[in-house]
């Protein structure tokens, strides 16, 4: 047999199938967006529950590039981040296959379920311009105090649940 080198790669069929990959547990989502707050130099997060959806804001400095947030293990994050951390950027995809609104600065997604499989999803600019960036989106249960606290004490962040700190 001749001599062979091979690499590892993903196979694009993988990305169809991310709606079934990340079905995690509600406290794997918040520790995700908590990390994803505080490497974004947030110093605070507040989360509400209203009318069966979650929103989770933080005071971070926001999205440059939306398309980090579909590129499966792109964490989008900076050299210094990268090295110190090593992101395996894959967070965001533990809110698949649900609904989700994002918007930061001037602009705004939703990502429905086809959109975490690989359907275009439009980035569209908003009138009124956020600081940070806020998540939204439907959960099994609501993120109530009890849910969040014992996350909450690991972010090094501020992090508020319906109004209490």
């Not at 989360?47 to 964490?75: A, M, P, R, W």
């Not at 379920?113 to 249960?141: L, S």
Request: charged share 30%; with cysteine; aromatic share 6%.
């Amino acid at each position: 047999m001749k001599e062979q080198t091979i690499c590892a790669k993903v196979n694009p069929r993988l990305l169809s199938k991310a709606d079934r990959f990340f079905l995690g547990t509600a406290e794997g989502r918040i520790i995700e967006l908590l990390q994803n707050a505080r490497r974004a130099g947030a110093a605070e997060v507040r989360i509400s529950n209203k009318d069966g959806f979650v929103t989770v804001e933080d005071n971070g400095c926001g999205i440059e590039d939306f398309q980090k947030l579909l590129d499966l293990g792109v964490s989008g994050w900076d050299e210094k981040l990268e090295a110190g951390e090593d992101p395996a950027g894959v967070g965001l995809f533990s809110l698949a296959p649900r609904e989700v609104t994002i918007t930061s600065g001037d602009r705004r997604i939703v990502i429905d379920k086809d959109g975490w499989t690989g359907k275009p999803v439009q980035v569209t600019t908003i009138p009124k311009e956020v600081n940070g960036t806020i998540v939204k989106f439907r959960d099994e249960k609501p993120w109530d105090m009890e849910l969040v606290e014992k996350h909450a004490v690991f972010a090094g962040i501020r992090v508020i649940v319906d109004g209490k700190y």
